[in-house]
């Protein structure tokens, strides 16, 4: 359940991030490719940035801390025994929703696919037509729909070159993955307002087509004759489906100069700093942390052993509660790592509120064995919630006491660092 809650969180996030900021920056440019291409990756960031998790660390700290093998609590943890909570609720309503987002996306494919096979279809100059009196003009996939077909007919012309356009480029393709898409996301409107920003662009790239060939007056006054209901073919690209006032205004627009292709060199910090937030876990010692290699032994005149560090090519004495992250002999727990596994099976307890909810996951908890063994200075640095985090806060504190670990045969404070694994059967 967490990695729905995941990517309906971080996708969501990153759609409006992308959204915002392609309103702000980038819609009113006339470089339509480009403007599609930034659509497309924006969709593939917010489906695929919440699946994916980068970890990296300091490489001049990378062993600053001494990790603790990850203990792992719930296997045979059953949840059948669980009443019905909120969180399976929400999660029925979003099946529910995604199942009837996902059979029309199926209908949007079939129903078309069983019509063509009914009508007329023939070639035209390496184009696929199929011709019915029921059609509006539109594209579907590879074919080019219309109600009559006369090539001699100069609307028809710009027609059939605006519908070739959409078929040339496969914008059928992207309609396809982008209603995939709103199946996943069909509660959040940003998915609805990424498809018509995504459609509007498919119509600006097939006008600017027709302009190419015929006066971009005559194309306009085709568009205001033509305005027409949706066919509702989800699938399709109708030839007058989207916005013509402002499709005109478009085309009559200043082409954008060269340079205002700079602004798409902003994507890449935009990206950069999406990944960074959504799909890189940091991993960063304490800066103050004091490795074994830093430190040396000084034996005075009267016999006795100091251990100092060296600072800033400086030599500073290491006080009596310093707390080391590395050491050259680390702490024990009692009867040894298997003492300490088989205490945390006795003592942790799957949280009710956690099983009720579905929540599973890693709780990361630092502790520090003090020089006598004992246990204290216990925090969370990563929690899951719904009482995994305190339940594991609780059982290190009640711990038994450690060997303490040493450094140059003297016995030292020492941070810990401990994952436990949250895992419903």
């Not at 909120?86 to 019509?115: C, N, R």
């Not at 023939?122 to 594209?139: D, M, R, T």
């Not at 009720?356 to 925090?379: H, K, L, Q, R």
Request: proline fraction near 4%.
């Amino acid at each position: 359940m967490n990695w729905l809650i995941d990517l309906w969180i971080e996708g969501s996030l990153i759609l409006a991030i992308g959204l915002l900021f392609y309103k702000l920056t980038l819609e009113k440019l006339t470089f339509f490719e480009w403007n599609r291409g930034f659509l497309i990756v924006l969709l593939v960031l917010s489906i695929g940035l919440p699946f994916l998790s980068f970890e990296f660390s300091n490489p001049e700290n990378a062993l600053a801390e001494f990790t603790l093998p990850a203990f792992e609590l719930g296997k045979g943890v059953a949840t059948e025994e669980v009443s019905f909570g909120w969180m399976d609720l929400m999660l029925t309503v979003y099946v529910i929703g995604f199942s009837i987002a996902l059979l029309k996306v199926i209908l949007g494919l079939v129903k078309p696919f069983f019509q063509l096979q009914l009508v007329e279809k023939f070639s035209y100059q390496g184009l696929k037509i199929a011709v019915h009196p029921s059609f509006e003009p539109a594209s579907y996939f590879g074919y080019i729909l219309l109600p009559y077909f006369d090539p001699e007919e100069e609307d028809q012309r710009q027609i059939l070159l605006h519908e070739s356009v959409h078929v040339s480029k496969g914008h059928s393709w992207d309609l396809l993955f982008t209603h995939l898409f709103k199946a996943v996301f069909w509660f959040n409107p940003l998915a609805y307002l990424y498809e018509k920003f995504l459609r509007e662009i498919h119509e600006f790239q097939a006008d600017q087509g027709v302009t190419k060939s015929f006066s971009q007056f005559d194309y306009s006054r085709l568009l205001l004759r033509l305005i027409v209901k949706d066919q509702s073919w989800q699938l399709t690209n109708s030839f007058n489906q989207f916005q013509t006032k402002k499709r005109i205004l478009m085309m009559n627009r200043e082409k954008s100069r060269s340079t205002a292709k700079s602004r798409f060199l902003m994507v890449i910090p935009l990206v950069s700093l999406m990944v960074l937030v959504f799909a890189c876990d940091q991993n960063l010692a304490d800066d103050e942390s004091i490795k074994p290699e830093n430190v040396v032994e000084i034996q005075g005149a009267d016999g006795t052993v100091q251990l100092k560090e060296m600072v800033n090519g400086k030599l500073v004495e290491i006080e009596a509660d310093e707390i080391f992250d590395v050491v050259e002999t680390q702490p024990t727990p009692s009867g040894g790592m298997e003492g300490w596994n088989e205490y945390l099976r006795a003592n942790l307890k799957y949280p009710a509120q956690a099983k009720e909810m579905g929540v599973e996951g890693t709780v990361i908890a630092v502790f520090v064995i003090n020089t006598d063994g004992s246990i204290t200075d216990v925090e969370l640095l990563r929690g899951i919630g719904a009482g995994c985090d305190e339940e594991a806060l609780r059982v290190i504190q009640n711990a038994p006491n450690w060997e303490p670990g040493k450094q140059r045969g003297r016995e030292v404070r020492t941070r810990m660092r401990l994952p436990i694994r949250f895992k419903l059967s």
